[in-house]
């Protein structure tokens, strides 16, 4: 499979986010949503489709894969809001391909630091940014839900050259 990794355009890829969110069982983005998120705070995100050759071998866009979106904090960091991956196409690598790509926009834009927050219940999201090389700071209590369920702190730091090196799948490739 060839996949293209392009930032988010509103409102253009509305539908394809939100078409994840509702297929992940979470709260689906609305157009708003992402206007406040991108605009008044400068958020930034990343959406990664399949890619197919039409009969002029030009690349079309197909299905959306996976999204993430982030938001600045303090002056130099970033927090992963939300991200999610189509289930058909988990555990193959994209959501690594992904991240590296993310990493290597918020470096270029003068980020030193991505942090993610998740649910102490989110086994998965924990192995995935384990596996991105994210380390648990901190245990958040009662962050989720009527305050029942933790939220767990990840923070990666970006100042080193080499992040993330070896992680992208060669099909996977940053949008200019």
Not at 49 to 78: Q, Y
Not at 91 to 111: E, T, Y
Request: proline share 3%; hydrophobic share 45%; glycine share 10%.
């Amino acid at each position: 499979m060839t996949v293209r990794v392009r930032p988010i355009s509103i409102p253009a890829d509305l539908d394809a986010i939100a078409s994840l969110s509702f297929g992940l069982g979470e709260v689906a983005w609305t157009e708003r949503d992402l206007w406040v998120c991108f605009g008044a705070h400068r958020g930034y995100g990343l959406l990664t489709l399949s890619t197919r050759l039409d009969e002029e071998n030009r690349i079309v866009e197909a299905a959306p894969l996976g999204f993430a979106i982030c938001l600045p904090v303090a002056p130099d960091g970033c927090r992963i809001i939300d991200m999610a991956i189509h289930e058909d196409v988990r555990r193959k690598g994209l959501g690594l391909g992904m991240m590296a790509v993310l990493m290597l926009s918020l470096r270029r834009a003068g980020k030193l630091s991505v942090d993610v927050v998740v649910s102490e219940r989110s086994l998965a999201a924990q192995r995935f940014f384990r596996a991105c090389d994210f380390r648990a700071t901190q245990v958040l209590r009662g962050l989720f839900r009527d305050g029942s369920v933790d939220g767990i702190h990840f923070e990666y730091p970006l100042q080193r050259e080499g992040d993330l090196a070896g992680v992208a799948a060669a099909d996977v490739k940053e949008a200019r």
